[in-house]
């Protein structure tokens, strides 16, 4: 099975920027759709964003023209580059693996991350 581990949270003010690593371990890394997912306190998880291991995208519609997913998949991590952060995007970013084309739900991923907290500060 793989091993998900997430990085590159913080704290950053509202307009600034994180990227976040996803690295994968266990197994290979480049036949896997990836997904990265939020939740926010007293929330459900919620999809942001998802690549295929082709490079197909997708973004939630509250990301769309800020963030960017993208993978390495030499290196065996994926990328959630953030922009424009906002104080409604704190959450704690969760990356995730697929092994079926479905995407969006939280049941079609296989395997989670630890998460890692992002807070975005006004």
């Known amino acids: 099975q793989v091993q998900l581990v997430e990085s590159g949270g913080g704290l950053v003010q509202a307009g600034g920027s994180l990227r976040l690593s996803c690295a994968a371990s266990?197994?290979?890394?480049?036949?896997?759709?990836m997904g990265w997912f939020r939740q926010a306190p007293g929330k459900e998880r919620e999809f942001v964003a998802d690549?295929?291991?082709?490079?197909?995208?997708y973004y939630t519609d509250s990301v769309k023209e800020r963030f960017t997913i993208s993978r390495d998949n030499a290196k065996n991590t994926a990328f959630l580059q953030m922009n424009s952060l906002k104080p409604d995007d704190t959450a704690v970013y969760y990356c995730?693996?697929?092994?079926?084309?479905?995407?969006?739900?939280?049941?079609?991923?296989?395997?989670w991350g630890q998460g890692t907290q992002v807070t975005v500060s006004s």
């Open positions: 266990g197994r290979s890394f480049s036949r896997y759709g």
């Open positions: 995730a693996v697929r092994y079926g084309s479905r995407r969006f739900d939280t049941s079609a991923y296989d395997a």
């Open positions: 690549i295929s291991w082709t490079g197909v995208t």
